[in-house]
């Protein structure tokens, strides 16, 4: 689905770049083959919405209604794009009200 | 009486297997439906052996054989503990028959990242029931899940369960019956029109190939192989239908990735829009309070500094309760041993029989049994931490930590296992993608201090350690000490694990992925059940290996038996008798003069039987050979007794300490009341009168059991864990060499500072 309000963003980001609290789209993951698969297995696709729930190394991010840790590295591979901070984030998860 | 039975047909056999994620309470659902003891795991690759029980459903002459299989998150496999998933449900690799039914256990409140799994189940082509658990945990989050949509959406039965409580797992039962006999239901997802035309090309080029799997299940298997390049079922499908295939699936690929579709990620993102597009049919939210319970515990518990302080806060006080809890219940078992082997004493004639029983088997097990309260105590911790989903919160914490190993936080689960026991710990490695980060947990897992070591550090902490109170009361020195002695195997374990890293397993670790499941009250049956089935191994060990041992060790200490020490001593006792005999002939001696001569006697007579001992014991098979070791285990503070107990130890560990019982109950004065083993090693002496033991040789003898790999299990389980004896040897020899020089270092370094 194409994102109508893309003014926000420009350049896709790395997920280690977001801040605590933040929301995000993901837009690229760029791991190899392996790492992509078990990410995309969890959720990690594009047009998924991540929360940045505490940063740092390993992060913790909420994807649908699951809380993962994340590394170093696999913060390096999801790309994102920081979602408007005033419209609310919709989730993928079926949680839309 | 005689009541004629009706004639009955003998029972069908179908095969239920149990999936779904991690920490979905797969485990719990088992218990509850097979009534059997099960081990129950909140992380993965816990369960990894092959689990079954049987449940027989008389009603319907059925008879349901469940196999409980490790959670995961996805068919296409990345660990070996994902290909024990697979090779069970396809039914290859040696796995048994394929599944009648399977039961796919999904987590209610986190539906979506469940479903994933359950659509990718559902294209097996077997009959599937879904089963709904943790429902209560979804409807306190705030959602209300309309169980008949769902079901109708699948298109396979959906059973609403709250597993914990117990509650649903009839119905559950029932469902998993009545699905036997209903036909195969699947539903598969649609792929892009280019994919879809390379999946029916790949199922068609395999049915060519004909190795008989069923069509439905071929295309479950063509998705997994064509989709996930490198992976599990690629390997082991070139393996079975040749080069060709990786050929073929090249070409396949590019075709895919030329429609503009991602190899890696088409299948999920397929599923999840299929999920996306299901569930607000499904799933409504009442009213989703601000921050959830888990959500707040998190703030703190994931916290960089708070969370670790909290982390080291829980280890000390576990560490400080095991202490403080036990001690009456062990000066419990301590003197019922002690009266038992009185009361034998009292009842059986002197000679061979009665000291197997009494200095051999008695004090041997008794000993050993001790310490069984220290055990339970350590398991009800390990097993409370884990069921509540703090152990996950854990291995993020110390994922930065184990960055210092060259590992990751995932090694931190087979790490701590260790800590109970390192056979679980190396078994657990197998949820550890990248194999040299699982070689290197192996290789330091044994370091970790298992609970085998605790007997060791329970006798000498409490015979040679003050118990000063330090901090104002807070902590005793003894407390201190135990968590010294469990933390030397983690440090030293810091440098072995980087030089494995540097050298013989070069490369980068794997990143961290994991996912932090949502907190919950630890259920009462799971703790119990973790603890009873430890304790009760405990005591199979003890009654088994242990009495084995310490039954040779009784043997080799009592035989050989020479006349001419009897006859020696004989000499000396009629001497001294007929001494006594002849000073308190006078009749005209005070009364109190006679008794003052009598008592005197009697000390004398008791010498030379301490003494007739010591000289059996010397003269003894095992004597002899803790003789000739002697030289070698002296610059460590030991005596030729010591030495004696650590190589017997070097079978299991726990066997020092029933070594040490018996060796001292054989060289003790065996009419006297068992004083207990603590204080007969307080009363050994060298030959010249010092005594053998203090703090530097007993610290010396705990450093070097928290460092040497005395446990033959652990290094069975790695030889089979790695199908290689290199990795065994090459475990017992740094170890052993690490643990001798550490041992005399701590001996050395310490009989110089006091």
Redesign the interface.
């Known amino acids: 689905m194409p994102c109508v309000r893309n003014y926000v963003t420009t350049k896709p980001i790395q997920l280690s770049a977001l801040s605590m609290g933040e929301n995000a789209t993901v837009v690229e993951?760029t791991a190899g083959?392996?790492?992509?698969?078990?990410?995309?297995?969890?959720?990690f696709?594009?047009g998924?919405h991540v929360e940045m729930?505490?940063t740092?190394?390993?992060c913790?991010v909420r994807?649908?209604?699951?809380?993962?840790?994340?590394?170093?590295?696999?913060q390096e591979v999801i790309l994102i794009n920081r979602n408007d901070t005033n419209g609310r984030a919709k989730r993928?998860?079926?949680?839309?009200? | 009486m005689a009541r004629s039975l009706p004639v009955h047909t003998p029972a069908t056999t179908r095969v239920v297997a149990l999936v779904g994620n991690p920490n979905t309470g797969k485990s719990t659902i088992f218990a509850a439906l097979t009534g059997m003891r099960q081990r129950i795991g909140n992380y993965p690759g816990i369960t990894v052996e092959k689990r079954t029980g049987t449940v027989s459903d008389p009603e319907r002459n059925l008879q349901l054989e469940i196999l409980d299989l490790p959670g995961t998150y996805s068919l296409s496999v990345h660990a070996d503990d994902e290909a024990v998933v697979l090779d069970a449900l396809l039914g290859t690799h040696g796995m048994g028959p394929r599944p009648d039914v399977i039961v796919a256990v999904v987590d209610a409140s986190n539906l979506r990242r469940n479903l994933f799994f359950t659509t990718q189940v559902l294209e097996l082509g077997q009959p599937v029931v879904v089963a709904l658990n943790m429902i209560d945990i979804a409807e306190r989050a705030g959602m209300n899940i309309d169980v008949s949509a769902l079901a109708k959406e699948l298109g396979v039965p959906v059973v609403p369960i709250v597993a914990s409580k117990g509650n649903g797992i009839d119905g559950l039962r029932d469902a998993i019956a009545q699905s036997t006999t209903s036909q195969p239901s699947s539903r598969c997802q649609s792929f892009p029109d280019c994919v879809c035309a390379e999946l029916d090309g790949l199922c068609a080029s395999l049915a060519a190939s004909g190795d008989g799997e069923s069509a439905v299940s071929s295309r479950a298997e063509a998705i997994q192989t064509l989709l996930s390049p490198g992976g599990y079922h690629e390997s082991r499908l070139v393996e079975r239908c040749g080069l060709g295939l990786a050929e073929e699936l090249a070409e396949r690929r590019d075709r895919i990735s030329a429609a503009g579709e991602s190899i890696v990620e088409v299948e999920a993102q397929v599923r999840y829009a299929w999920i996306d597009r299901v569930l607000p049919g499904v799933v409504s939210h009442v009213k989703r309070s601000h921050k959830s319970g888990s959500e707040i515990a998190d703030r703190f518990l994931t916290h960089r500094v708070i969370g670790l302080i909290v982390f080291i806060v829980l280890m000390g006080g576990c560490f400080q309760s095991i202490y403080a809890w036990t001690t009456p219940l062990m000066n419990g078992i301590d003197a019922t041993f002690g009266v038992l082997s009185d009361v034998i004493s009292g009842i059986m004639p002197t000679g061979a029989l009665r000291s197997l029983v009494v200095n051999g088997i008695l004090a041997g097990i008794g000993s050993v049994l001790v310490f069984l309260p220290q055990i339970l105590v350590l398991f009800f911790f390990l097993a409370i931490l884990e069921d509540c989903g703090y152990m996950a919160r854990a291995a993020f914490l110390l994922d930065r930590w184990m960055a210092l190993l060259g590992l990751n936080g995932k090694s931190f689960f087979p790490l701590l296992s260790s800590f109970a026991c390192a056979v679980p710990g190396i078994l657990a490695t197998r949820s550890i993608e990248s194999r040299r980060d699982r070689m290197v947990t192996i290789m330091i897992a044994p370091l970790m201090s298992c609970s085998a070591r605790l007997p060791v550090y329970a006798l000498l902490i409490a015979a040679f350690v003050p118990p000063t109170q330090l901090l104002g009361g807070v902590i005793s020195l003894q407390a201190l000490t135990l968590l010294a002695m469990y933390s030397v195997g983690a440090i030293v374990a810091i440098p072995i694990a980087l030089l494995l890293k540097k050298t013989i397993l070069k490369g980068k670790p794997q990143s961290f992925l994991l996912e932090l499941p949502t907190y919950k009250w630890p259920s009462p049956r799971t703790v119990f059940v973790r603890v009873y089935e430890q304790g009760r191994e405990f005591c199979v060990t003890a009654g088994t290996i242990i009495f084995a041992v310490t039954v040779v060790i009784w043997a080799l200490g009592y035989y050989p038996r020479p006349a001419s020490i009897a006859a020696d001593h004989q000499t000396q006792r009629d001497a001294i008798t007929a001494q006594f005999h002849a000073s308190t002939t006078a009749s005209d001696m005070p009364t109190e003069q006679h008794d003052e001569l009598h008592a005197a006697y009697e000390e004398q007579i008791s010498h030379i039987d301490q003494s007739e001992a010591g000289a059996y014991l010397r003269q003894s098979i095992l004597g002899r050979t803790g003789k000739f070791f002697e030289p070698i285990v002296r610059p460590l503070g030991w005596d030729w007794r010591v030495g004696t107990g650590v190589i017997a130890a070097f079978a299991a560990r726990e066997v020092l300490v029933a070594t040490l019982g018996t060796i001292y109950n054989l060289g003790d004065d065996q009419d006297e009341t068992s004083a207990g083993l603590r204080e007969q090693m307080k009363a050994a002496t060298w030959e010249d009168g010092t005594p053998v033991f203090n703090l530097a040789v007993a610290l010396s003898i705990m450093v070097f059991f928290a460092l040497c790999c005395q446990c033959a299990a652990t290094l069975a389980v790695i030889q089979r864990e790695t199908q290689s004896w290199q990795w065994p040897v090459l475990a017992f020899t740094y170890m052993t060499g690490l643990a001798y020089v550490a041992a005399l270092a701590t001996y050395q370094i310490t009989i110089r500072l006091t």
Do not use: F, M, N, Q
């Open positions: 993951i083959e392996a790492a992509a698969k078990r990410l995309a297995d969890l959720g696709v594009r998924g729930l505490r740092g190394r390993p913790l994807i649908g209604t699951a809380c993962i840790g994340l590394g170093r590295e696999l993928l998860s079926g949680e839309t009200t």
